[in-house]
Nanobody, 125 residues
């Protein structure tokens, strides 16, 4: 059974950086597609970025330009480096994983069967 757990959230000022981590257990990352999603208060969940088992990365509009998704297969850990943070990035960030066939687009949230509890990111102006 695949399990994921996020960490690394916190409060930062606008322009700052944070790196989120997601430890994965149950399967190795080279067998999984993993992704980051976020949900701001009063808004729908949206995709941020995903990375396939072969290492191919894909970004949703919310993650393009300032965010970088990466993984360490040896540590079975997924990362999201977030730079130049803005108040509108304030949200609960979730890690998701599933055995999704290799592709090129960001998988939809419905394609992921395993989700973490989330880690809060708050960006103040």
């Amino acid at each position: 059974q695949v399990q994921v757990m996020e960490s690394g959230g916190g409060s930062v000022q606008a322009g700052g950086s944070l790196r989120l981590s997601c430890t994965v257990s149950g399967l190795s990352l080279d067998e999984l597609t993993t992704g980051w999603f976020r949900r701001a208060a009063g808004k729908e969940r949206e995709g941020v970025a995903s990375i396939y088992g072969d290492g191919y990365t894909s970004y949703a509009d919310s993650g393009k330009g300032r965010f970088t998704i990466s993984k360490d297969n040896a540590e079975n850990t997924l990362y999201l480096q977030m730079n130049s943070l803005k108040p509108e990035d304030t949200a609960m960030y979730y890690c998701a994983a599933d055995s999704i066939p290799a592709g090129r687009a960001c998988p939809e949230a419905a394609e992921f069967g395993t989700w973490g509890q989330g880690t809060q990111v708050t960006v103040s102006s």
